[in-house]
């Protein structure tokens, strides 16, 4: 094989490479206002993974090692920790996201699927009931929202995108077409983080914003006589994944050229925030969940505006007139970016 051939050679298996694992990123991620982040806390956080903004709070999934929850005062930056681990009254195993339904903050438990609603109760953040969140339509949910008579989550199965258990009525369905359905090697239940969605709701409890974590999609649900519909979707990318075959059924796999999507999304009235990675752990080690881009959506699908954080985070809350943002790479921090 002579130079000239091992040259081309060398030159056409690497530009594959790159293209394949380093797609482009689409123009709705580009650009955007650039925003500057000021540290606003940096003490007595342990590691950070999900902020919420309640009553005046701030309210974090923080695992010391004894205590899953930091709550600091807004305005004094007062820390607290509660919530043990275990499975015992005010403990929990594996705190994964938080849900603020009105006067209750709803922390949802990843390892054994259950819903906590919490209060705070002479000062202390007390569980004062549990629900199962998962229905028979998913095994397993990762995001939910919570209200008196309903759980919507967003599970790891390919019959819809989202799981409504309706406790009232004592019914359970799915909607929405989740994008792997189109891959005609997916089987009917797919049980895999490669599922995962966020989902929000608007404050007139009639619409449902769901967007992909490994899977760069949104979906519009509008509730019509009391059954969620959905009106709208968009589908930026398919990211990569593995398939694996075990105990029957297919399992789907993130790896290290999977693409990260909206990897937190929060809503505030009239607009939906999304907060952006587009990176993959083969080429951001370490740092393909974090994400700098803020999509900001109303509640049709369009987007309004954009924002380009110059610090990485990995969930923000979304205030008045500025975003916070959580870190724990290099150091757990709590950004403050004004808007």
Request: aromatic share 12%; charged share 25%; with cysteine.
């Amino acid at each position: 094989m002579n130079l000239k051939y091992k040259q081309l050679l060398y030159l056409l298996i690497t530009s594959s490479w790159i293209g394949c694992s380093s797609p482009k990123l689409n123009q709705e991620f580009t650009g955007g206002e650039k925003i500057k982040g000021i540290i606003h806390i940096n003490k007595g956080l342990y590691m950070p993974t999900e902020i919420k903004l309640f009553n005046e709070k701030i309210v974090l999934i923080d695992n010391d090692g004894i205590n899953l929850i930091s709550v600091f005062d807004k305005k004094t930056l007062k820390n607290r920790r509660f919530i043990k681990k275990g499975r015992g009254p005010n403990e929990m195993l594996s705190p994964f996201y938080l849900h603020v339904n009105n006067s209750q903050l709803n922390i949802f438990d990843l390892k054994t699927q259950t819903i906590a609603t919490c209060e705070f109760l002479s000062d202390s953040l007390t569980v004062i009931n549990t629900s199962r969140s998962n229905n028979e339509n998913s095994d397993y949910v990762y995001s939910f929202l919570s209200d008196r008579n309903t759980i919507v989550g967003t599970g790891n199965n390919t019959k819809g995108t989202v799981c409504i258990n309706d406790l009232e009525n004592n019914q359970q369905y799915t909607v929405g077409k989740y994008p792997l359905k189109e891959d005609k090697t997916v089987e009917d239940f797919v049980h895999t983080m490669a599922c995962q969605s966020r989902i929000v709701k608007s404050p007139t409890n009639n619409k449902l914003f769901v967007a992909g974590y490994y899977q760069g999609f949104f979906q519009i649900f509008d509730k019509i006589e009391d059954k969620w519909e959905m009106i709208k979707e968009k589908h930026y990318f398919k990211s990569p994944y593995d398939r694996i075959a075990r105990n029957g059924h297919a399992l789907y796999s993130i790896n290290k050229n999977t693409k990260y999507a909206f990897i937190d999304l929060k809503a505030k009235g009239e607009y939906v925030y999304a907060l952006f990675s587009g990176r993959t752990e083969h080429l951001n080690p370490e740092k393909e969940c974090f994400g700098n881009i803020i999509i900001v959506y109303n509640w049709s699908g369009d987007i309004v505006k954009k924002y380009k954080l110059d610090k990485d985070i990995l969930s923000f809350a979304v205030d008045n007139d500025c975003f916070y943002g959580v870190s724990y790479n290099p150091e757990p921090i709590i950004y403050k970016f004004k808007t």
